[in-house]
């Protein structure tokens, strides 16, 4: 029986007070899509209630230190935290990465070691406009192509998406790559493809609005279609 987990690496804006000094120039970014993923929380607490799956979210942003990156990434630290001295990075990671990330890695790891398949579902949400360019989808699903599990549930994912409403544009691998640097891809890494399968979710900022009732249709939707391309996939 397939055991689904729900990250959100980009839940929210919060800086912790000892931190807010360093933002103090780049306050204006925190409110951006630079600062966090609106939205993505709502899709994830939805999909984690729809699934009765365990859900593992950030509400610290993402300018504090990037949770979807490796440790040693250039853009594990932001403008804004960049600049601390080597020692305080260090108590920076401890602090606000390696519980998030070893939190993950252990939910994942007890579930392999039952036996269990893992479908890890990691919300995030895109800006409908980076640096001019119009971003044409409503909805992207971003795997490792090479990775069987994830490419049959993918690919089945977006037929039920599309059946159940012709006019979103799904598309995958789209804004991003699923095999950039980040947290799927290093857990992908660590177990094999029968026994593992992450999946970014990106949705269009332009469906992602807190209270909205199109939003909230378009989250039942997406996960009633997962739930329906798992049952698909076994
Ligand atoms: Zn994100």
Not at 36 to 52: E, Q
Not at 63 to 77: A, G, K, M, T
Not at 99 to 124: I, K, L, T
Not at 153 to 176: F, K, M
Request: with cysteine; charged share 25%.
């Amino acid at each position: 029986m397939t055991r689904l987990l729900i990250t959100c690496e980009h839940g929210g804006n919060k800086i912790p007070p000892q931190y807010r000094p360093l933002f103090k120039k780049h306050h204006g970014l925190l409110g951006t899509h630079r600062g966090y993923d609106p939205g993505a929380l709502a899709m994830a607490r939805d999909f984690a209630k729809a699934f009765d799956a365990e859900l593992v979210y950030s509400t610290t942003s993402r300018l504090l230190v990037e949770l979807n990156r490796s440790p040693r990434h250039p853009q594990v630290l932001s403008v804004a935290t960049r600049t601390l001295p080597p020692d305080e990075r260090e108590r920076l990671l401890q602090r606000y990465y390696w519980p998030y990330r070893n939190r993950v890695e252990a939910q994942v790891a007890a579930a392999v070691a039952e036996g269990a398949g893992v479908v890890h579902v990691s919300s995030h949400s895109f800006t409908p406009k980076l640096d001019g360019e119009v971003r044409r989808a409503d909805v992207g699903l971003l795997y490792d192509p090479a990775r069987t599990r994830e490419r049959e549930l993918c690919l089945a994912w977006q037929d039920e998406i599309r059946h159940a409403d012709a006019g979103l544009t799904v598309r995958r691998n789209y804004p991003y790559r699923g095999t950039g640097d980040g947290l799927t891809t290093h857990l992908r890494r660590l177990h094999a493809d029968r026994d593992y399968a992450g999946i970014e979710l990106e949705v269009n900022q332009k469906h992602t609005r807190v209270g909205d009732s199109a939003a909230r249709g378009l989250r039942k939707l997406l996960a009633w279609t997962l739930a329906r391309a798992l049952e698909r996939t076994q």
